[in-house]
């Protein structure tokens, strides 16, 4: 097949040039002579004294440095706090007026809930004088907190016992007195005072749900208290009892998780028990239906089938087909002496 290619194509079927032959250059391992080793102590007078050597240094790691940073930072906020409390005078915050005895502080408010609606939340509980939304002085963002001023200091305990961990806009929020200006000693968050666990550092160890702290306790205690001699019925009416005598207004402490799981498999049982009562009634006046239908139909049978033999019976009868047709005899008057046709 090649013959028929042409001469370019042939070029690349051709052999190469054979490989020239070189000597090599040096002699070959085996035929070396080998190395004389010697030691090192005609170098030793190079080496400098090891009294004179310094100490080694060691480089600071990736996670030592995160470290020590983070105790920088802490160290720094430590000193800004400790300055901020010699500052510090309740009596001179902008943010709290009016009487603090009659003035409540609610907080974890929802950034997008206004004045009217927070005070159409709490008027419910008696006449409003004031709400002080706070806010960031540079952007002015809401902050999540406020102050409210009632007419009556009663309605201010009121709030203060009822209102915490009612639910506005979708959060929960936080109920508590003026501590500012009535709890002596009493220092704010901010300057690492305040109240409540949020934050105390792993999520493990952090509070989630809204409610203060004592409120919470006394809601654990309770709940204790009625497992040991109460069952959940007389839980549930003394719960409607209470809300009652409240008037009317819901309860606001949150069930527990275990609660909500125990109703709903409450609410699910119960009507799984409707739905098979219904398929049993279902199925029973089926029943009921189809039995009644089987009867009427046997007793039309039974009455057609008993008419059919009355009527062969008369049909049969001796004399019947043949006899000739009675003709009803007339009483006929005779005269005295007169005899009877036949």
């Known amino acids: 097949m090649t013959a028929f290619l042409p001469p370019n194509l042939l070029a690349l079927f051709a052999p190469r040039d054979p490989i020239p032959y070189a000597s090599p250059l040096d002699q070959l391992v085996w035929e070396k002579k080998p190395w004389n080793y010697s030691g090192v102590s005609q170098y030793l007078h190079l080496f400098e004294d090891p009294n004179e050597t310094p100490e080694p240094t060691r480089a600071e790691t990736k996670s030592e440095r995160r470290e020590r940073k983070r105790q920088e930072a802490k160290e720094r906020g430590r000193v800004i706090i400790e300055k901020r409390k010699g500052e510090w005078?309740?009596?001179?915050n902008p943010d709290a007026t009016g009487d603090p005895f009659k003035t409540l502080f609610v907080s974890r408010i929802n950034f997008d809930?206004?004045?009217?609606?927070?005070?159409?939340?709490?008027?419910?509980?008696?006449?409003i004088r004031k709400i002080r939304m706070i806010y960031e002085t540079g952007t002015g963002k809401p902050?999540?907190?406020s102050f409210i001023e009632?007419?009556?200091e009663r309605d201010m305990?009121?709030?203060?016992?009822?209102?915490?961990?009612?639910?506005?806009?979708?959060?929960?929020?936080?109920?508590d007195v003026e501590r500012g200006r009535t709890v002596k000693g009493w220092i704010p968050r901010k300057i690492g005072g305040g109240m409540g666990a949020t934050r105390r550092g792993a999520p493990s160890e952090n509070v989630k749900i809204s409610g203060r702290d004592d409120h919470r306790e006394r809601e654990r205690d309770r709940g204790d208290r009625d497992r040991g001699d109460r069952d959940r019925g007389d839980r549930d009416r003394d719960r409607g009892e209470r809300d009652h005598h409240r008037g009317g207004r819901r309860d606001s402490y949150r069930r527990s998780g275990r609660d909500e799981i125990r109703e709903s498999r409450r609410r699910s049982r119960s009507r799984d028990r409707d739905r098979r009562e219904?398929?049993?009634r279902s199925r029973s006046r089926d029943r009921r239906r189809r039995r009644s239908r089987s009867h009427d139909r046997k007793r039309h049978r039974h009455d057609r089938d008993n008419g059919h033999s009355r009527r062969?019976?008369?049909?049969?009868?001796?004399g019947r087909r043949d006899s000739p047709p009675r003709i009803k005899r007339e009483k006929i008057e005779m005269e005295e002496g007169e005899v009877p046709p036949d």
């Open 157 to 175: 305990h009121a709030a203060y016992k009822y209102a915490d961990g009612k639910k506005i806009d979708g959060k929960r929020v936080l109920v």
């Open 89 to 92: 005078d309740p009596h001179t």
């Open 312 to 318: 062969e019976e008369r049909d049969e009868s001796p």
């Open 113 to 127: 809930t206004s004045e009217s609606k927070l005070r159409r939340e709490f008027e419910q509980y008696g006449p």
């Open 143 to 145: 902050r999540g907190y």
């Open 150 to 152: 009632y007419e009556h």
């Open 278 to 280: 219904r398929k049993r």
